[in-house]
C-alpha cells in the first residue's frame, strides 16, 4: 500500500510539474498557439507522458486553470485564517472578499490574462461537462465561502439580503472580474502616471455602498 501511495503522489507531482510548464507557456503565447510537443519539448518530459497523464490538449489545459486557481485559493484560505474569518461580521467578509479581487490584479495578473485565454478556448473548442469538472468544483469552492458570508449576513444583517446569494454573487463577481481582466488584458486605455487601482478601489467601494447596510 505504501508503494501504491508514492507511485500515486509520483504521479500527482509529475502532472503538477507538466501543469505548471503549459500554464507558462499558454501566458505566454496563448492556449491556441501552444502545441503538446512544444509544453514537452520544455519539459523533462516525453510527448508520450503528456498524453499518458493528460490524454489531450483539453485535459491539460483545464488541469492548468486548476492548478493556479486552486494555488490562489490557498492563497485566500491563508488570509481568510490570518484575519479570524470566524470573528468578522458579514460586511467585513464582505469587503475582503472584493479585497480579494484588488490583489488578484496586483499579484496574479498573469493568472487573469491566462484566465481570459481559458474562457475563449473553452467556448471555442466546446470541451464537455465531464472534462470541466474537476475546474467547476474548484470555482464551486469559491462559491462556498461567499456563501458562508450570505449566511453570517442573515444573522447579523450588515449587508443586505433583499437580493439573493445567487444574484449578488453573480453581480459582484461579474462586475469585478471583468473589471480588473479589462485592465489586466489591456483592453482599457491607461494613460502615463495612471493607476488603475484607484479606479477598482472606486468600484469596491460603490458595491460596499450598495450591499452594507448603513
Not at 4 to 30: N, T
Not at 128 to 149: G, V
Not at 150 to 157: E, F, I, N, R, V
Request: aromatic share 12%; proline share 1%.
Amino acid at each position: 500500500m505504501r508503494g501504491a501511495g508514492k507511485e500515486a503522489d509520483l504521479i500527482a507531482a509529475k502532472k503538477r510539474d507538466l501543469a505548471g510548464i503549459a500554464y507558462r507557456l499558454f501566458c505566454e503565447k496563448g492556449i491556441d498557439n501552444v502545441s503538446l510537443q512544444e509544453i514537452a519539448d520544455n519539459s523533462d518530459y516525453g510527448i508520450a507522458s503528456l498524453y499518458r497523464y493528460f490524454v489531450n490538449k483539453q485535459r491539460l489545459v483545464v488541469e492548468s486553470a486548476t492548478l493556479k486557481w486552486e494555488e490562489y485559493l490557498d492563497e485566500i484560505r491563508k488570509r481568510m485564517t490570518e484575519a479570524d474569518f470566524e470573528r468578522m461580521t458579514a460586511a467585513q467578509v464582505f469587503g475582503f472578499y472584493l479585497d480579494s479581487f484588488l490583489l488578484l490584479y496586483t499579484d496574479h495578473m498573469d493568472l487573469l490574462k491566462f484566465n481570459q485565454f481559458f474562457n475563449v478556448y473553452a467556448q471555442s473548442e466546446k470541451i464537455d461537462q465531464k472534462t470541466m469538472e474537476p475546474y467547476r468544483m474548484m470555482i464551486r469552492s469559491f462559491k462556498e465561502r461567499f456563501d458562508a458570508m450570505y449566511q453570517k449576513a442573515c444573522l447579523d444583517h450588515t449587508i443586505r439580503t433583499d437580493e439573493s446569494k445567487e444574484e449578488m454573487f453573480s453581480k459582484t463577481l461579474h462586475l469585478m472580474l471583468a473589471a480588473i481582466t479589462r485592465y489586466a488584458v489591456g483592453l482599457v486605455y491607461i494613460p502615463d502616471e495612471f493607476d488603475p487601482i484607484g479606479e477598482l478601489t472606486m468600484l469596491k467601494e460603490m458595491l460596499l455602498e450598495r450591499y452594507c447596510t448603513k
